[in-house]
C-alpha cells in the first residue's frame, strides 16, 4: 500500500518505520526536509509530494498546526483516505476546548471537506509504537477507527493490523469525539501522574 506520513515527530517517524517493516511503500511529508530523523528507513519529501504519494495519507503533525498546513493540501487530499491521528491539546497537553460537541476530527473535516477522513492511532502514545512494545504480553495494542466510510474504515484497519496493531471499528466518526477523550484521559494518567508513556489501551474482547 502506498502510504504518506505528513510530519516525522516521534509519531511519525515510529510510525512510519512499523508501516517499513509491514512491506508498505511509505514517503513521510516534512516542511524542512533538513530536519529528516537520522537512520530513518523511510523516504522523505515535501508535504505536497506526500500527498500525492499516499493512497492513505495519515496526519502526524500537531493539531495546532493543521489550520496551516492542511488547507493548502485540501485538493491534493480529495477523495483519499485521510486518517486524523491528532488530538487537540494545549502547549500544558492539556484539552483544548472545542466545544460539547465538537472534535479534532470535525475541525479537520471542515479543513478537508472532500477528503475521506478516518480517526485512527489517537490514542496511542508514539513511544509505543515500535515493534518491541507493540505486544502487550500477548496481546496487541488496539487501533481504535471511527469514520463514515465504510471501506475507508477497512482500508485502515487492514493497515493498521499489517503494523501489528489490532484494530476495532468503533462506528462513525462522530465517535471520534470518544477516541479523544480517551487519550485526554491516557496523558494527565501517563505525564502529569507519573506513569510514563510506556502505556497503551488494549480491548480484550473474548466471543463466545
Known amino acids: 500500500m502506498k502510504i504518506a506520513l505528513l510530519g516525522d515527530g516521534n509519531f511519525g517517524g515510529n510510525?512510519?518505520?512499523?508501516?517499513?517493516?509491514?512491506?508498505?511503500?511509505?514517503?513521510?511529508?516534512?516542511?524542512?526536509?533538513?530536519?529528516?530523523?537520522?537512520?530513518?528507513?523511510?523516504?522523505?519529501?515535501?508535504?505536497?509530494?506526500?500527498?500525492t504519494h499516499g493512497d492513505v495519507v495519515i496526519i502526524g503533525i500537531l493539531y495546532q498546526a493543521c489550520a496551516d498546513v492542511l488547507p493548502p493540501l485540501a485538493g491534493t487530499l480529495a477523495g483519499k483516505i485521510v486518517v486524523d491521528a491528532t488530538n487537540a491539546l494545549q502547549d500544558d497537553w492539556s484539552p483544548l476546548p472545542?466545544?460539547?460537541?465538537?472534535?479534532?476530527?470535525?475541525?479537520?473535516?471542515?479543513?478537508?471537506?472532500?477528503?475521506?477522513l478516518v480517526k485512527c492511532f489517537n490514542t496511542v502514545f508514539a513511544d509505543v509504537m515500535t515493534l518491541q512494545r507493540i505486544d502487550r504480553v500477548g496481546h496487541a495494542v488496539t487501533a481504535f477507527i471511527a469514520g463514515d466510510d465504510a471501506q475507508a474504515n477497512a482500508t485502515v484497519a487492514d493497515m493498521a493490523a499489517s503494523a501489528g496493531f489490532a484494530p476495532i471499528v468503533t462506528?462513525?466518526?462522530?465517535?471520534?469525539?470518544y477516541l479523544e477523550a480517551m487519550a485526554h484521559l491516557n496523558i494527565p494518567i501517563a505525564v502529569v501522574r507519573g506513569g510514563g508513556t510506556n502505556a497503551a489501551f488494549v480491548y480484550h474482547q473474548v466471543r463466545t
Open 171 to 177: 462506528g462513525p466518526l462522530r465517535n471520534a469525539r
Open 15 to 51: 510510525l512510519a518505520e512499523l508501516l517499513v517493516s509491514a512491506g508498505h511503500d511509505v514517503l513521510v511529508g516534512l516542511r524542512d526536509l533538513a530536519r529528516v530523523r537520522s537512520h530513518a528507513r523511510y523516504r522523505v519529501a515535501s508535504l505536497e509530494e506526500a500527498a
Open 98 to 116: 472545542l466545544g460539547d460537541d465538537r472534535s479534532a476530527a470535525d475541525e479537520i473535516g471542515l479543513l478537508l471537506p472532500r477528503a475521506r
